[in-house]
């Protein structure tokens, strides 16, 4: 890591209990704890100064400590990750605050890089990522989040349905250049933070379970940039073999190319 001239910390927000999946921080991918794969490839982001885990369970502040990482205890009730992240913000210095989901998983830290460096140089108050959908199936999925934007490149509306819907096509498949799915992470500066966190729940953002949705029901303008890096998600138990097969996947490329900085694309699902 090194100090860029504003300072930018990653939180990953990171829960024990989930509805669908428990535990779901410390699921085991190839033999470490999928949120030391998340700490780790922060940790390698040139761009970041400092890398933290806010947790509410001492499980995984355990787990943390144990691989050598930052950890945070937040206790009390929070409606979001970013949330938490901001009271994190609250606690330590920080001109910029990267909100970084503890189960998506960078493949690549120059994925970070695409989000930390054009919003430093951007004058936005808050960003994310968008990568072009592959298939039609994921377009369909309500559980891959599409985002749309202006030809400024800032958010209209993210979404769990198929948008934009192409009216002339019957078969509602995927386009590319047209189709995006938004990528889990956002950097804020600090005072977007805690102001995006003081808002009401937005009513869009009850309906859809999203929570960048706030920021756009009240004002605030995201920023998205593109990404052809890949991350992987693990939203469910049956995720999990898949995920640490391509997180061997990767590896196995990394090792014959010889550098951390490789390039390459692979799909994340």
């Known amino acids: 890591m090194s100090n860029p001239s504003r300072s930018v910390v990653v939180v990953i927000p990171a829960r024990y209990g989930s509805s669908r999946f428990p535990g779901k921080p410390l699921v085991m991918l190839n033999g470490k704890p999928m949120i030391q794969h998340v700490y780790e490839r922060a940790v390698a982001c040139r761009a970041v100064s400092d890398v933290l885990v806010a947790t509410d369970d001492d499980r995984i502040k355990q787990a943390v400590e144990q691989f050598g990482g930052r950890v945070v205890m937040v ?5 979001t990750g970013t949330d ?20 998506e998983i960078p493949l690549n830290p120059g994925l970070l890089d695409d989000l930390i460096e054009p919003f430093i140089h951007s004058g936005a108050d808050m960003g994310t990522l968008k ?3 592959d ?7 309500p559980a891959v989040v599409k985002v ?10 993210f979404s769990r349905a198929p948008i934009p819907l192409v009216r002339d096509d019957p078969d509602r498949r995927v386009v590319g250049g047209l189709h995006y799915i ?12 805690l102001k995006f966190a003081a808002l009401p ?26 990404t052809k890096h890949a991350s992987l998600r693990v939203d469910q ?3 999990v073999p898949l995920v640490a097969e391509r997180l061997q996947q990767f590896e196995v490329v990394k090792r014959e190319v010889g550098f951390m900085g490789f390039k390459g694309v692979v799909s994340s699902r």
């Open 135 to 141: 298939t039609t199936e994921d377009l369909h999925n």
């Open 84 to 103: 938490r992240v901001a009271a994190v913000a609250r606690m330590f210095v920080g001109d910029v605050f990267v909100d970084l989901q503890g189960d």
């Open 182 to 193: 938004h990528l889990g992470l956002y950097i804020y500066t600090k005072e977007t933070l």
């Open 201 to 226: 729940t937005g009513t869009v953002e009850d309906a859809e379970k999203l929570e960048q949705l706030r920021g756009l029901e009240h004002g605030i303008r995201i920023r998205v940039w593109e």
């Open 148 to 157: 749309v934007t202006d030809s400024q490149g800032y958010a209209l509306y």
């Open 75 to 79: 206790t009390g009730n929070y409606r």
């Open 237 to 239: 138990p049956e995720d």
């Open 131 to 133: 990568r072009m959908l």
